[in-house]
């Protein structure tokens, strides 16, 4: 078997291991091109039966609206159940990474809310796009990763995972997060989007986008949600992005990359992570493991 | 522009000690091929004036450490993967830590690890450390090691320092049963010899590090691939009445439409009607892929069940000698029930027998009665029923287990099964024509099995005694077991450490479930502590035949009593292990009857428990 075929059958045992052993699960949609593939798995794991769990979007209301529409696309798929939640409360203080800077934004509209949305419906097994290779406290997170009652995550009580045997057992209102991706590299879900023929959403590939420059990063103006700074001119520049975060906390680079061939021949001459687009990683060094520990994917 | 072909996948683990350069050579190694972008690198200049111990140099570890309190305190915790490609070949590697309480994490890494990369530190030669490491990826199967002598820069480049640590290495690999040992000099902080051969090496004419990761064959694939088929069945997917598929990854063999095999291990004979690989009909699908197989026949098959080929069965057995690496915090009790994963199937196991354990360092065997947290045994296991499996070497998949702490759901120890024990399967159970439900008619009773469980001094005994009483003159036919009076006889041989209060409870249980086979009415008072074991003496009786009784005294009460003086001589130091004052009692969390002993009348308490007893 070649490294494609070793991925996809490694995260369709992940995925049947979860079915299997949990009461409620549910599959984490976070609408990027991770969750595309992730989505598309599950319809293989499972087939010929229509998909066996709800899809869940935590929608910080700050998503750019070519992923809402998206989104939406798929929703409308007759085997796709898709449960969106937002946080009314943080709706109702005004939350917005504009207003509030980006932690605090992040840290209310999609960590609580995500943890509220599985706390609400009982889940006992998220499953997320999350791949090792993102970043660096990723790299230690098990396929199967214990949630106390509270949803933390605490890295120094992780299960040694021996072969492909989880451990899957759980006491009373603990839950599992689930990474069926975890030994996926970023050109690996790029290749196999391109055999398999996924869809993705186009803000991936390069087109003229209207775009303004802050602090050195290109940020898209994607609509009036974007104040413009005194001075700031929006101009159109061949763009794409690598990452999709929420806007407009997701940084655009300049790219050609307008196919699925030139994005990965990009990809393997690119010299930048791929989540130096998102702002929130940027601001401590351990951010991601601390908003981890705090119950994030 | 057609699609270049994917590479393939090679696994491999990385040990070294401490100070071997294991982060520079990885760091180096990603770095070189490409995998380490630049705003990566820039964080990690930061990050090496912040915690590095390189002075001004780029710290790679940091590269590596992941969490927080690794980089605080400057060590590797936990096992971490680092992915890394090249046109032809992917790589995965599980970066184990060097530090020696590790053991756990090496085990892990190795698990999925078609090859290991051991380093050695060219003026170290081969420590206690190299050993230790070596044998854990021989005990998990891993055949072919490349050792990488580093530092070759601090012995000059010397040919003849290489080719001594070489030789060493080739007799301890060949005593442990690894059959292939690539060799290669290396600096990996000036890359000599890693990703290009070095200049500064004429003497040597083998491989660069890189070129033997390419030229390893991934062997766990290659062995799977060659076996026969072998399909544990993982979940059973049923959408509708006319489509029942059978979903697991082939850990062995193939499979395809119209082939003979056979389901165990309730040993049914069937034809594949369609395998479906990765949702699509296919003719055939080889060892690795997820399947989904359909049979022409209408079984009941359950998860944890095996699909083999007809001609080549797997083992069934629920006893097996198996080598055991203990991952718990809290030490293994022989014993004591935990749920055991091997592949899909789940059982209860206990440990029946540890033969020895094994000195990591030196592989001598060594007597043992529990294990430790890293330590490695030579065990015997028994199951609650059987399971079809195949000897570890054989089969990873088959071979390989979890144990699982039953309270506190921790992954606690990893197993290698060797072969089954003939012992059970040759110990059939006599069948007998009175059985219990006619002894149970002949008495004129429900048998039962009362459990009187608390701390010393709470009443236990003084209330089963008052309740055996009223029972006989109800015309009962009843028995005591008292703690006390049967650690004079049955288990005078045990003490009170964990793991014999584990085989007193265990023993006593077994009498009593005798016994209620006998039709009597049993009542057990034993202090038993321990949740598990009040779990596995409650297993061995049917739904409605186990009475729990929690005679709950405050400790303070029972202390005041001391009617033995046992709390006296314990308090003074003179009896160790002694429940509620060095030793722990984990009281019933859904006991059938609580008793608050301190307050009730006894003859009152003595009702509700007869009342119990008697109960349809």
Request: glycine fraction near 8%; include cysteine.
């Amino acid at each position: 078997m070649d490294l494609l075929d070793r991925l996809e059958a490694e995260s369709l045992h992940i995925l049947r291991e979860t079915m299997a052993c949990s009461r409620q699960p549910v599959l984490m949609y976070s609408i990027g091109k991770d969750s595309s593939v992730l989505l598309h798995l599950a319809r293989k794991a499972f087939a010929p039966a229509p998909l066996p769990m709800p899809l869940l979007h935590v929608d910080t209301g700050w998503k750019f609206r070519e992923m809402i529409a998206f989104r939406d696309r798929v929703a409308a798929a007759p085997d796709v159940r898709m449960l969106v939640h937002v946080n009314e409360d943080g709706v109702r203080q005004g939350i917005g990474p504009i207003s509030h800077g980006a932690s605090v934004h992040v840290d209310v509209m999609k960590v609580q809310a995500l943890k509220q949305a599985l706390e609400q419906h009982g889940f006992d097994a998220a499953i997320g796009g999350a791949r090792r290779d993102e970043e660096k406290s990723r790299a230690k997170e098990r396929i199967f990763s214990l949630r106390n009652a509270q949803q933390r995550w605490d890295p120094r009580q992780q299960r040694p995972e021996l072969w492909n045997v989880y451990n899957t057992r759980i006491a009373p209102g603990e839950s599992l997060r689930v990474f069926p991706l975890s030994n996926w590299t970023e050109l690996d879900v790029w290749r196999y989007i391109r055999r398999e023929g996924i869809e993705v959403v186009p803000l991936y590939f390069a087109a003229l986008r209207p775009v303004v420059e802050r602090d050195g990063a290109l940020i898209m103006v994607d609509d009036a949600r974007l104040p413009l700074r005194p001075g700031e001119q929006p101009m159109r520049k061949r763009v794409r992005f690598r990452s999709l975060g929420c806007y407009p906390l997701t940084v655009a680079s300049e790219s050609a990359a307008d196919t699925l061939d030139a994005i990965i021949a990009e990809m393997q001459t690119s010299r930048r992570s791929e989540r130096a687009g998102r702002v929130l990683d940027a601001t401590a060094g351990t951010s991601l493991e601390q908003k981890k520990r705090e119950g994030h994917f | 522009m057609a699609a270049p072909a994917s590479p393939d996948l090679l696994r491999l683990i990385t040990c070294g000690s401490v100070d071997d350069g294991k982060s520079t050579l990885i760091g180096r190694l990603m770095a070189d091929t490409g995998a380490v972008p630049e705003d990566v690198l820039e964080q990690l200049a930061r990050d090496s004036q912040r915690f590095g111990t390189q002075g001004a140099a780029l710290d790679y570890a940091l590269l590596l450490d992941g969490l927080e309190a690794e980089r605080e305190q400057g060590i590797t915790i936990d096992v971490a993967y680092r992915y890394f490609a090249t046109p032809a070949r992917a790589f995965i590697i599980a970066d184990c830590p060097g530090h020696e309480q590790y053991t756990r994490n090496m085990a892990t890494g190795a698990s999925t690890a078609d090859l290991a990369v051991v380093l050695v530190d060219a003026g170290k030669g081969l420590l206690r450390q190299t050993r230790r490491h070596s044998y854990i990826c021989a005990l998990m199967g891993i055949r072919e090691v490349i050792l990488a002598v580093n530092k070759m820069d601090r012995v000059d480049y010397a040919a003849a320092r290489f080719e001594a640590i070489a030789r060493e290495y080739a007799t301890l690999a060949a005593r442990l049963g690894i059959t292939r040992v690539t060799a290669i000099p290396l600096a990996a902080v000036h890359g000599d010899n890693l990703v290009q051969r070095s200049a500064r090496m004429p003497w040597y004419h083998g491989p660069s590090l890189l070129e033997a990761l390419h030229a390893a064959q991934p062997q766990v694939e290659a062995t799977a691939a060659a076996a026969p088929l072998c399909l544990p069945v993982q979940w059973v997917n049923r959408p509708h009445a006319e489509f029942r598929g059978y979903c697991g990854t082939l850990a062995a063999g193939r499979i395809g439409v119209g082939d003979a095999v056979g389901v165990w291990p309730a040993g049914l004979r069937a034809t594949v009607a369609r395998v479906l690989d990765a949702g699509r009909d296919v003719a055939q699908a080889a060892a690795g892929a997820a399947v989904t197989v359909t049979l022409a026949e209408d079984f009941d098959i359950a998860r944890g069940d095996v699909i083999a080929a007809a001609s080549a069965p797997p083992e069934i057995a629920d006893q097996f000698a198996c080598h055991l690496l203990w991952m718990g915090e809290a030490p293994l009790l022989p014993g004591r029930p935990y749920a055991l994963r091997l592949g899909s199937a789940s059982a209860l196991a206990q440990v029946t027998e540890i033969r020895h354990k094994i000195d990591v360092d030196t592989q001598e065997a060594v007597p043992a009665r529990t294990l430790r947290l890293n330590e490695v045994g030579y065990c015997q296991l028994s199951l609650d029923h059987a399971l079809a499996f195949a000897p570890y070497a054989h089969n990873r998949t088959l071979g390989g287990f979890v144990l699982i702490d039953r309270i506190s759901n921790a992954s606690v120890g990893a197993g290698m099964i060797d072969f089954a024990l003939r012992r059970a399967g040759n110990i059939h159970w006599q069948h007998v024509d009175v059985d219990r439900a006619a002894r149970a008619a002949q008495n004129g009773q429900r048998p039962r099995c009362l459990w009187f469980t608390g701390l010393s001094g709470s009443g236990k005994s003084t209330l089963a005694n008052a309740v055996e009483k009223r029972l006989f003159a109800l015309g009962h036919r009843t028995y005591l077991l008292d703690g006390d009076n049967v650690r004079h006889g049955l288990n005078r041989d045990l003490g009170f450490t964990a793991e014999d209060r584990v085989e007193n409870i265990r023993r006593v249980a077994e009498v009593a479930r005798l016994m209620v086979d006998a039709g009597l009415i049993v009542l057990v008072a034993f202090i038993s502590p321990f949740r598990a074991e009040r779990r596995m003496a409650r297993e061995r009786f049917g739904a409605d035949e186990f009475v729990e009784v929690f005679v709950d005294a405050p400790l303070a009460v029972c202390e005041a009593r001391d009617v033995k003086g046992l709390y006296a001589k314990a308090r003074a130091g003179e009896l160790r292990n002694f429940t509620g004052v060095d030793s722990p009692y984990e009281p019933p969390e859904a006991p059938e009857l609580h008793l608050l002993s301190a307050e009730g009348a006894l003859d009152v308490m003595v009702e509700q428990v007869v009342r119990r007893a008697l109960a349809d």
